[in-house]
């Protein structure tokens, strides 16, 4: 993108769409815009009061409303205003400003964008094979417009211009169309079904219209020689320099710009480069696409409509047979038949059997119960409401067995002691409490920087460290370990 003036100034011009009073604004622009399609370029404000007041909606409309109309559209530079002087017969006459309105150039492209608007339900888009062929012609053209003189050549790139965009805007326009939400839901009812096959076969002719022609204009245009065209873009702006304009200046360097711009928007849609698709290729896979998808509605639509016929003779068919039934029990298996299930999930459990009889039946064993729960991640088991229970009983007969725990563990430990000292190399066999016991003293000892604690019951002890680098052998009940030799020195006493 290159910033222009022209691209970050604010386009008044349009003001009038959306501003107050935008019934009495539009409705004088396009009296201006109607009479400017009939040749006539200038009005006064009587007679654009005359038109406006002929319509009901405007029957309450007042000559000074629409002077200041005029003047609100002429300070938008929607309308050029110009003072009439030639039946001016007094000064009076001449300073009442008697103005004759033109519409500007920008008011005359927003109008017909407007118009364009206004009937694009009507109009619609198409896809037109007919201009590709017209493309083609006009590209086999190229090398004899080199040597043609520069009206022939400017007539013949305005019609490829204007060919080629009436392509791009159309295909874009119909394959959007066909890519909405309104069409999707459209292609998923029943009434498509009526005009699926007329859609398919313009599908495809605009696809062999593509293949017939994509190639052949990829060829030409990489036929063409810098020279060839260096030629007829020199003509173009020589003819385009030529034109006279009336307040407006154009240059060389920005009509080259545009031109070559133009050939290049046309040389990229149909010849691939530098591995990249064409905008032809694009066009060609959006549309078999589309294809594929309508025929996969219609498909499934077809496949529908069928299943409820061949249901509805199927239904006819099982009454028939019931009918037919001699009795309650008959149409209960009949029942079963018809609308049970037909591929029964079988579930097998590794519960071990009553008998290894190979004469009884499994429907003679009683079922094994599977609890199946639901896979949601919110799932909870429902709680059972209980009463509160006394355990006061339990209680204090397990504080009792701790408590005597408790006492044997002292009365143990106390028959390894020595001296105040514990010497694990001095151990004799020893049962896995024990063990237990002192490796938890040993293991808080060392996590001190003294290697010092405190037993459970308060006793103080350090660890001796003087044998350290010795080994020792601890004999216990269910095997032995070897440890560094090390001793408890309880402090008390």
Partial sequence: MHVTEKLI????????????????????????????????????????YGEMIQDPYFSEYRMDQCQQ???????????????????VSSIEEFKNKKFRYQMSEYSVEIERLVLRLENLLIEGASLEPSLLERIRRSIEQFPEMGERDRDDVYTWWKDLNTDFIRLNQNYQDYIRDLNSVKAEEMMRTKEFLVFKDKLIEYLRNFIKGLQRNVGVIEENLRAIDQDLLNRIFDKVIAYELAIPRVETEVSYEMIEEKTRGRYQSIYSWFVSENGKENEAGKLFDATNEIIRRITRYAAQLSEKNALGANRREEYRKVAEIFMKCEDISEAHKMSAMVFGLERPIHLKGDRPRETESMNKSVY??????????????????????????????EKEAARSRMIEQIKQDKKKIEGLEKDGRIDFAALPVIDARVREILLKWLSDALEDSDYSARTDDGRHYVLDMSEAKEKCVVHCEDGNFTMPKLAIVFQEG
């Fill in 364 to 393: 003679e064993e009683s079922a094994l119960e599977f609890v199946l729960k639901p896979r949601i991640r919110n799932y909870h088991e429902r709680s059972r409401r209980s009463a509160i229970r006394e355990n006061s009983r």
């Fill in 9 to 48: 100034r604010p386009l008044t011009e349009a003001k009038y769409l959306n501003a107050d009073n935008v019934d009495r604004y539009r409705s004088i622009m396009r009296i201006f815009f109607e009479n400017y399609e009939k040749l006539k370029y200038w009005m006064y404000q009587e007679e654009v």
């Fill in 69 to 87: 109309d005029l003047a609100a559209l002429t300070e938008w530079k929607n309308l050029v205003a110009i003072q009439d002087t030639r039946k």
